[in-house]
């Protein structure tokens, strides 16, 4: 955690996710899940953590995780080519706790979509910010954490939010029946203890729609660490690392500024 909270340049985590799987469709083990909880409840108490977030949840899981402590936020894979999370939005909305769909551009696959190019031409938008603005008029709950490498689409996403109020109700309509939500479920697959070691890509996210805070994510492959002055290449990784970091958060101050 205090690894965490350095490469985040901070002292407390306004929000830090649990990683469950429920969205793969795994369910946690008897009592695994309750005694994460427990050691990031004892982190808020320690003043690391603020909020504490579940990703990857099943309805289930948050009704578990609700009876430990309360959840701010479910961050689970949900875009216009993929609902499988909408059963765990309606338990959110229900509950006013945040819904912060990952991959809110189904990871650049949201191509050749009449439903999005009409739209799009109408509000002089692309398809991209469009789907953003459809995510934010489908929940009042939805928070939007778009990822990109290109300060272009950065600042695109950010215009994204405004754009929301622009779309007619049959525009979202037909974005929203683009996939049919009656049958989209999460499959149910092996308990497991543990995945450690999520793959993790460096992107530009900001948050579009309702505040959110920082995320740190606890089992995601700690930080490279600099060992020194000239310390060889896990110095150099961890300089670039850190150059990296400063790059995006200047850029993302100039991008909110302006
Ligand atoms: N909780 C979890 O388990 C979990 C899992 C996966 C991801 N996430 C999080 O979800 C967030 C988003 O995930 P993601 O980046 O993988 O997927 P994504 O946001 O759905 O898609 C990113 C892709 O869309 C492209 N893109 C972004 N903005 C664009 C724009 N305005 N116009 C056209 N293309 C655009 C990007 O390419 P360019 O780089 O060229 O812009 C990239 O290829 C990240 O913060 C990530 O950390 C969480």
């Avoid at 709950?141 to 689409?153: D, S, W």
């Avoid at 996403?157 to 309509?173: K, R, W």
């Avoid at 660490?225 to 961890?238: D, K, L, V, W």
């Amino acid at each position: 955690m205090h690894e965490a909270l350095t490469d985040l340049g901070t002292d407390v985590s306004e929000l830090t996710y649990l990683r469950l799987g429920g969205d793969l469709g795994v369910v946690s083990a008897e009592e695994d899940l309750e005694e994460r909880l427990g050691v990031l409840a004892e982190l808020r108490e320690q003043g690391l953590i603020r909020r504490i977030g579940l990703s990857g949840a099943s309805p289930g899981d948050l009704a578990r995780a609700q009876r430990v402590t309360p959840i701010a936020a479910v961050q689970n894979r949900f875009n216009l080519l993929d609902r499988s999370g909408v059963r765990v939005l309606a338990d959110c909305e229900a509950q006013d706790i945040l819904f912060v769909p990952y991959f809110p551009l189904a990871a650049g696959r949201l191509t050749g979509y009449a439903e999005l190019t009409a739209p799009a031409e109408r509000l002089g938008a692309t398809p991209a910010q469009i789907a953003l603005a459809w995510l934010l008029r489908r929940s009042p709950a939805v928070v939007a954490i778009p990822g990109t490498t290109n300060p272009g689409h950065l600042r695109a996403n950010v215009a994204a939010g405004p754009l929301a109020a622009g779309l007619t109700d049959a525009e979202v309509t037909r974005l929203t029946a683009l996939t049919d939500e009656s049958t989209a479920a999460l499959h149910v697959r092996r308990p497991v203890q543990h995945r450690r070691h999520l793959r993790h890509r460096r992107t530009l996210t900001p948050h579009l729609g309702r505040t959110a805070g920082t995320a740190a994510c606890p089992d995601m492959p700690p930080p490279v660490s600099p060992p020194g002055p000239g310390g060889g290449a896990a110095g150099q990784a961890g300089r670039q690392a850190t150059g990296r970091r400063e790059h995006v958060r200047g850029l993302m101050a100039g991008v909110l500024r302006g």
